[in-house]
């Protein structure tokens, strides 16, 4: 069963080779939208299944990931910042303060469209910074097309104080939920032989 992920993002590249599965890559062309006053761990969800639906249908066979990961500050989620004036102003609100992380993840088998999504929140306690470490951190430009302005897994951990939950998560994948999902559409992850792995397998969308 060949297996593939609808991300292009780098980060959830790298954290699904971690798994140990071969898998190729196809982008989505579902546009993110932030819709104001809704529920951010169901956003997370059904962005998360539009992705992954969207680049099943470009296959006859094969089980897709798709995934989506937002900031929330209280009630507030914070997306991508698409401004420096932006990320600032991300910064200065989460500076100090405890949000959560929610990442959504749809799994969808081709082609018996057996489709799962889940939503895993991690929470994130940010240090108190000052203008100073907010300046230095834009600098940087690590902000850049990350939910909430920060990379936790870069030099953005220097602003974070603690974590409650899966690290991963706050990357863009939460693994051991990606692993039970996957498990349930007949990919082991943990606990197959080595040969049984070799199921699994990258092909091109017109093999
Ligand atoms: C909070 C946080 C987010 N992020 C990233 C993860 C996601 O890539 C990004 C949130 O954007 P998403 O919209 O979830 O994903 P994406 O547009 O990068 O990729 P695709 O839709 O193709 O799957 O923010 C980090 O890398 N580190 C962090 O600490």
Redesign the pocket.
Known sequence: MKLIL????P??KQLLEQLGLSFIIS??G?E?MMAAGRDPEQLVKE?ALA?AKDVAAKFSSGVVI??????VLGDEPL??PSTQYEAREMLQRLSGRMHR?V?GVAVVAVPAQRMMTECVTTKVKFRELSSRNIEAYLATGEYI????S????GI?ALLVEGIDGCYFN???LPLVKLAEMLQKVGIQVLGEKKSDQRGVTGLSPNH
Do not use: N
Request: no cysteine.
């Open positions: 609808a991300s292009q993002s980060r959830r982008t989505s579902v993110e962005l992705k798709g995934a989506d990961t937002l900031v997306g991508k992380v990442t097309d990350k939910a909430g920060y990379a936790i897994q953005g706050v990357v863009g």
